[in-house]
C-alpha cells in the first residue's frame, strides 16, 4: 500500500509544478483521473524504498460555487480526506497570506501529518513568518528550478510525519515495498 500524498495549497504556488517536478523525476506510473470526483492527477512514485501516491489537487480549483475561500476550505478538505499526508505548499517569496491561512485552518481541523513547503525559494528567502501556520519549520524548495528536493523526504521531513503516523506505520511501509 503506497502512502498516499496529497499536495494542497492556495492557487498559483506551484502545486502542480512541484507534482510534475516530484513525478517526472522518480516517475513510476502516472494516470489522470478524470470525472472520477473531480479532475485531478496522480502518480505513483518511488523514493528509495518508500512509494508513495501523489496527488496534485490544483484541478479542483475549477467550476466550484461560493467564494474562494469556502471553495478552498471545501477543496482542502476534500483533497485531505484521503491523504495520508498533506504537502502544504506555500510560495516562499510571498510571506503568509490569507488565503495560505485559509488553507492551514482547514489542515489543522483535520489532525493529519503535515509537511509544510515553501516554493518559489530558487534565491534565499526570509521563512520565520511561516511558523505562524503551526507546522513547524518549513522545506524551501524551488518546483521550477529543482532545488532543494534532497530535503523534502530526507530523515528531517520523515520524523516530523512519522510520530504522527507512528513509527511502526511507517517502518512497515518500508519494509513492505
Ligand atoms: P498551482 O496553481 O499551485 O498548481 O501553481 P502552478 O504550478 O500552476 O504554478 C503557478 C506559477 O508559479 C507558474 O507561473 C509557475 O511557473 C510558477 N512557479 C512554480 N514553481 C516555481 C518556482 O519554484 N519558482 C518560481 N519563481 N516560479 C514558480
Request: aromatic residues 6%.
Amino acid at each position: 500500500m503506497p502512502l498516499t500524498v496529497v499536495i494542497v495549497g492556495r492557487p498559483n504556488v506551484g502545486k502542480s509544478t512541484l507534482f510534475n517536478r516530484l513525478a517526472g523525476k522518480r516517475l513510476a506510473i502516472v494516470h489522470d483521473t478524470p470525472g472520477v470526483t473531480r479532475d485531478r492527477q496522480e502518480a505513483v512514485v518511488e523514493f528509495g524504498p518508500l512509494t508513495l501516491r501523489l496527488i496534485d489537487t490544483a484541478g479542483f480549483e475549477r467550476d466550484e460555487p461560493g467564494s474562494l475561500a469556502a471553495r478552498m476550505t471545501a477543496q482542502t478538505e476534500a483533497a485531505i480526506a484521503e491523504a495520508d499526508v498533506s504537502l502544504f505548499v506555500i510560495d516562499g517569496r510571498a510571506g503568509v497570506t490569507a488565503g495560505d491561512e485559509i488553507i492551514a485552518a482547514a489542515l489543522r481541523r483535520s489532525s493529519k501529518p503535515v509537511v509544510l513547503v515553501a516554493n518559489k525559494c530558487e534565491a534565499l528567502v526570509d521563512l520565520f513568518e511561516a511558523f505562524s501556520l503551526g507546522f513547524g519549520e518549513a522545506i524551501a524548495v524551488s518546483a521550477e528550478h529543482g532545488s532543494g528536493f534532497g530535503d523534502l523526504l530526507a530523515p528531517k521531513a520523515l520524523d516530523r510525519i512519522a510520530p504522527q503516523l507512528g513509527y511502526m506505520h511507517i517502518f512497515s511501509f518500508v519494509l513492505r515495498c
